[in-house]
């Protein structure tokens, strides 16, 4: 696994106190507390009537990984490439990261026909999993400027979750590919990204403390909303090593904020 840099400047002031009426407390309250090791323990210590609490929390814990789930849809493989080396950055941070994709929609004949690498390593997602992870990270290859047919349609059967405010709070990033270099790859990353501010989830991008994303030396993808990558026309350019470094970047940069998040709304 390749060894991405810190981003370094991640130093996040410490939470405020909220107030128990607070909507934010209110959330860190239902979605943490109940499972947090600490006050299942407590809870049982106090079922059992146990005073035997007097030792400090951080003793006991468990060390908190963040889980981070890399979720795309890929056609030639391009997208593909682009998640594994996401997942190796949130691995490098300490995150726990699955990589999952999205189910194809076309026909396998047409995919045949269109030369679809239809033998991909990742296993398909369920909409309802998006729950179990703490950040979650959405690839695409671009079509006409924006998210493909297949991601779509993904996150169209995620309503429930949105009904339910389940992914509210939670870690959100985008990556993407196209074949030109200004064939939208920033609106292709800012259609993912609607989608999981609807969710109410924080949306991080690629900062610029990955120097790749000036490079005027090589053509190059990358933005600050996101990894990208150039395919060409006849999707023969593979993702460089400016690129994969990009995507290792942000696949760091997106577990360590939501680490981060994690122990704090655990304090
Ligand atoms: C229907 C369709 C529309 C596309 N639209 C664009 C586009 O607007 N801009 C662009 O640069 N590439 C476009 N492409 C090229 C794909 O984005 C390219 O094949 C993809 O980035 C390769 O990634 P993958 O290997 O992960 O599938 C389009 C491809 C298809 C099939």
Redesign the pocket.
């Known amino acids: 696994m390749t060894q991405v840099p810190s981003a370094g400047f991640i130093k996040h002031p410490p939470l405020p106190t909220l107030h128990p009426n607070d909507a934010c407390a209110r959330y860190r309250i239902h979605h943490h507390a109940q499972t947090h090791p600490a006050t299942v323990r407590n809870n049982n210590n106090n079922n059992n009537n146990n005073n035997n609490n007097n030792q400090p929390a951080s003793a006991k814990e468990p060390e908190m990984k963040a889980k981070v789930l890399v979720l795309y849809y890929?056609?030639?493989?391009?997208?593909?490439h682009l998640a594994n080396a996401i997942a190796d950055g949130a691995r490098s941070a300490g995150a726990v990261a699955t990589v999952k994709r999205v189910p194809e929609l076309m026909p396998p004949e047409v995919a045949k026909q269109?030369g679809a690498?239809t033998e991909q390593a990742a296993p398909v997602a369920h909409p309802d999993e998006l729950a179990d992870y703490d950040a979650i990270i959405i690839g695409s290859?671009?079509?006409?400027?924006r998210i493909s047919a297949q991601v779509a349609n993904f996150l169209d059967q995620t309503g429930s979750l949105w009904a339910g405010g389940k992914l509210i709070g939670k870690v959100g990033g985008a990556f993407?590919?196209?074949?030109?270099q200004h064939?939208?790859a920033e609106t292709t990353l800012f259609s993912i990204l609607t989608n999981l501010m609807h969710h109410g989830m924080i949306t991080v991008g690629l900062p610029y403390a990955f120097g790749g994303l000036t490079r005027m030396d090589e053509i190059t993808g990358g933005a600050p909303y996101g990894a990208t990558t150039l395919?060409g026309a006849d999707?023969a350019r593979q993702p460089s090593e400016n690129e994969l470094a990009g995507a290792r970047f942000q696949g760091r940069h997106i577990a360590e904020v939501a680490t981060t998040l994690l122990r704090g709304r655990n304090q």
């Open positions: 890929s056609t030639y493989g391009h997208t593909e269109a690498k290859p671009t079509r006409f400027g993407v590919s196209t074949a030109s064939g939208g395919a999707g």
